[in-house]
């Protein structure tokens, strides 16, 4: 490959005219290679076929179409429009129409020792219990020393916000004056930026804790740089090749993970590992109070006609006496208490990323009373049975052809027994038995005629 200088040389000896071969020895070059800049010179690139002002038109709908991606926009304008476009040239036209933003140069950020930590989240997807599920992941970095404390939630609310930051502070042992977040509405009530107002009870969380959240500018995520480039490496070294068996061992996993190999590894801009950095930061935190405050929330409940109330659709059980009654449910990280007019009644481990789950304690629940079952003899039943062969077997007919136990049934044949006398009883009985006659009312006139002289006084004709 011949330099530009070269080529311009040997042309302005060929238009001097001068032979190749001469300008070959002069140069100390082939005659082959001068052959080919000669020949190159006469050459004229061909012009694009391509009519720029109609790709003109189309790359606006385009750009917007094919999100702003040149290859997807080169393969639709072959497909669709029948267009040929060199890649450079569609590339030139984008530039050309500001379609695409020129790449700004952003800040470097610098802080002192104590001075920033930054939180923020992003949705992973995790193997739990066999089941490929979406779990949050919350992250805190000390912006001097990057030492990262990271946890997952099977959703985060301003609940799991306190719960995470409570964890985070513990684990770095002090907090640094100021948190920088994004503009989600878990933490940020209304307003972006400079603009943003913090919601009342995370601000009033915070000023406990001693530190102020501080919201970057919309489309700045780079100023929370420290604690964006973690999820990617989370991602994609804790994460990968791991199965969990529930929410427990995973962030027990995790808490090994950020101890043991994130903040032990050398970072290059530190020239250190995060661990020794943090040394060196940690006398620079503000220190938490002696008393921490414990992080839950208050729910209130009507206990069911099961004797349960329902939390995150599981259910807890109750005293039966509190069946209609109202109760305050504390909600935990770990635990679920339930309160009845300021006392405690029942306390539970929580169930964290389950649905439908049920903790029923038997000291709360007595035994139901049960019906009798349709296979159990009824006490009308249990008169009867026994005295004679022939009744026991009219019994078992008439059951058969009842509902259920036949308890009315019986219960009108024992009112027939014991209303007339056992032979005219017993003798109805047979006949009845013996002609498959099971209708109460011909059985009761059939004893009548059995015994219409004995207990009745007829009149006799003179």
């Known amino acids: 490959m011949i330099s530009q200088e070269l080529c311009q040389t040997i042309l302005a000896m060929h238009r001097n005219g001068l032979a190749i071969r001469q300008i070959a020895q002069q140069l100390k070059l082939s005659r082959n290679t001068v052959r080919e800049v000669v020949r190159g010179s006469r050459e004229e690139p061909a012009p694009i076929a391509v009519p720029l002002q109609p790709l003109v038109d189309l790359l606006p709908e385009l750009y917007r179409h094919c999100r702003g991606n040149a290859v997807r926009i080169q393969e639709v304008l072959h497909l669709e429009h029948g267009l040929e476009v060199p890649y450079s040239t569609l590339t030139r036209l984008i530039r050309q129409e500001s379609l695409r933003k020129q790449p700004q140069r952003v800040g470097e950020y610098h802080f002192a020792p104590g001075e920033e930590m930054q939180h923020d989240t992003s949705p992973h997807r995790v193997m739990l219990g066999g089941t490929q599920v979406t779990a949050h992941c919350a992250t805190l970095v000390l912006a001097y020393s990057r030492r990262l404390f990271a946890c997952y939630f099977p959703v985060f609310t301003r609940f799991e916000a306190k719960i995470f930051l409570s964890e985070a502070l513990r ?32 601000d009033a969380f915070a000023a406990t804790l001693g530190f102020a959240f501080m919201a970057h500018a919309v489309g700045r995520p780079q100023r929370k740089g420290r604690v964006e480039r973690p ?4 991602e994609h070294n804790f994460l990968a090749g791991r199965s969990f068996a529930d929410w427990d061992e995973l962030n027990a996993e995790l808490l090994r993970w950020c101890r043991d190999g ?30 921490f405050p414990p992080v839950f929330q208050i729910e209130h409940r009507v206990v069911d006609l099961e004797g349960c109330i329902t939390l995150e659709r599981n259910r807890y059980s109750a005293p039966d006496r509190l069946i209609g009654k109202r109760v305050d449910v504390y909600k935990h990280d770990r635990q679920v208490r339930i309160f009845f007019q300021g006392r405690q009644v029942a306390e539970y481990r929580r169930l964290v990323g389950q649905r439908d789950g049920r903790v029923i304690l038997p000291e709360h629940h007595r035994e139901l009373p049960r019906r009798p079952s349709a296979t159990t003899p009824s006490e009308e039943e249990r008169l009867l049975t026994g005295m004679d062969a022939a009744l026991d077997d009219y019994l078992i007919q008439i059951k058969s052809r009842a509902h259920g136990r036949g308890v009315v049934r019986m219960r009108r044949l024992l009112a027939l027994k014991r209303t007339y006398p056992p032979e ?39």
């Open 171 to 202: 684990f770095m042992q002090g907090a640094c004056s100021r948190c920088v977040i994004d503009n989600s509405s878990v933490i940020v009530a209304s307003g972006s930026g400079t603009e943003a107002r913090i919601a009342a009870e995370m």
């Open 231 to 234: 999820f990617h490496y989370i």
């Open 262 to 291: 994130a903040n032990q590894k050398v970072k290059r801009v530190l020239g250190t590992t995060p661990e020794a950095a943090y040394l060196m930061e940690r006398p620079h935190l503000t220190a938490l109070p002696e008393n």
């Open 424 to 462: 005219p009883f017993m003798a109805a009985i047979r006949t009845a038995r013996e002609y498959g006659l099971f209708d109460l009312a011909r059985l009761e006139r059939m004893i009548l005629k059995q015994v219409a002289g004995d207990i009745f006084a007829l009149e006799v004709d003179a």
